[in-house]
């Protein structure tokens, strides 16, 4: 049965600050989110503890799934854990650490979590999901594990699970990786040599690698067999006949239409606390318009318009990194018709431009997400074409893309250079 999004955000308790005076003027709750009827907002939610039953902890994982019926549809937005805001009944904080500060809120930590993300973001919250670290691994070991494209190169250590005196490395290459349940948790955590924006990139790719194994391993027919076990792992205010639902919607999408969009630099800004902490403030004006485009659906979604299709030349050089751009490139939405080897290097990575027109033309993303110029643009308009661009990948291509490199507001479209196909 379809969820009705009738369990929104509780209403803020209105709870005099007493004591030491904030350090921030106190901001105005931001308007809620324009979303069509019947969207519902889950909000999935990562301890920082290796079990929930001692406490929660911090919320250090953040992520917004606005959930489209419609289309089926799906846009995900993380939200960094050192995001300062202001916490209904209590004061300015950490946003990861709301839940902790709910224990005397009505509805406990969810609510206040909810509270909070609706008080600073303006997103009404339905219902959230809350996994530690057991159960997040216990989830990818049930599922066979998950596959990840990893974009950017990976050193850390943790501590041996089997003996804590000891520590593990993890050392990852860019590349499609199979992780288990342990590597995976190693993976969405890690932050020796990367940014709290990176970890947000990586828990993304592991819930997109979640969601597909989840579908091979045709889970979904058996969520209500599976329901004591679910909720075993799984702290959530959604019931059995709402997950079956959100079951047959993931068992409906299309990868052209699940949206990623994070909440990173510029759209925060660096600040630090009178305590000294390291903390992130939104920048006015600037956050809520990211936030209304990142939970609208995708494109393709929106008005029913079909993916493009993106045919890839392999000239790198490197093992494994073809596969990696494919998959980023179905991340942003477009469907990648052929992976070729192209028996040469090519010295520098150029795209290849086959549609008629440049009336909604993504091409200014491939441009970001290749880093490239009008001028590695090649114009070859073909009515008919079995797709509608080639990407050449060359020696040049750098898969380490950060959250914070791309930006979803298309510019000006750019001239591109009449010529021959390339290679």
């Known amino acids: 049965m379809p969820i009705t999004p009738q369990h929104a955000t509780p209403a803020f308790v209105d709870v005099t600050i007493t004591g030491t005076p904030p350090p921030l003027p106190v901001p105005t709750p931001m308007p809620l989110v324009e979303q069509a009827e019947g969207v519902v907002n889950i909000l999935l939610l990562g301890s920082d503890q290796e079990h929930i039953s001692g406490g929660v902890g911090r919320t250090d994982v953040i992520v917004v799934a606005s959930i489209y019926p419609d289309g089926p549809t799906v846009s995900l937005l993380s939200i960094p854990r050192d995001l ?173 239409n699940v949206k990623s969009r994070f909440i990173a630099p510029p759209f925060i800004t660096p600040w630090t606390t009178p305590n000294g902490a390291a903390v992130y403030l939104p920048v006015p004006d600037a956050i809520g318009p990211l936030v209304t485009e990142a939970l609208q659906p995708p494109a393709t979604g929106r008005a029913n318009q079909p993916a493009f299709r993106v045919e890839i030349w392999d000239g790198t050089g490197g093992p494994g990194l073809a596969e990696v751009a494919a998959e980023r490139l179905r991340w942003e939405g477009f469907i990648v018709t052929a992976i070729n080897p192209a028996g040469q290097v090519y010295e520098r990575t150029r795209i290849v431009d086959f549609t008629t027109t440049t009336k909604g033309t993504p091409l200014w993303l491939l441009l970001r997400l290749y880093n490239r110029t009008a001028a590695d643009v090649t114009s070859q308009p073909t009515e008919g074409a079995p797709f509608d661009f080639q990407v050449l990948l060359g020696a040049d291509y750098n898969p380490c893309l950060r959250p914070s490199s791309i930006y979803y507001v298309p510019p000006p479209t750019p001239t591109p250079t009449p010529a021959t196909t390339p290679g």
């Open 84 to 256: 300062y805001v202001w916490i209904p009944s209590y004061g300015f904080d950490r946003i990861n650490t709301a839940y902790g500060h709910g224990r005397n809120y009505p509805g406990g930590g969810p609510a206040l979590v909810k509270a909070t993300i609706e008080y600073n973001l303006g997103i009404p919250i339905h219902y959230y999901a809350l996994v530690d670290f057991a159960s997040f691994v216990q989830i990818v070991n049930t599922v066979g594990g998950v596959d990840v494209a990893v974009e950017c190169e990976l050193h850390d250590t943790f501590p041996d699970p089997a003996n804590t005196e000891q520590s593990v490395a993890i050392d990852l290459y860019p590349g499609i990786q199979h992780l288990d349940g342990q590597q995976a948790l190693w993976y969405v955590r890690s932050r020796w040599s990367t940014s709290d924006f990176d970890r947000n990139r990586r828990q993304q790719q592991v819930l997109r690698g979640l969601y597909r194994q989840t579908l091979n391993a045709g889970l979904i027919p058996r969520i209500p067999e599976l329901w004591d076990a679910v909720q075993a792992t799984v702290q959530t205010d959604l019931g059995l006949s709402q997950v079956v639902w959100l079951g047959w919607i993931g068992s409906q999408l299309d990868w052209s």
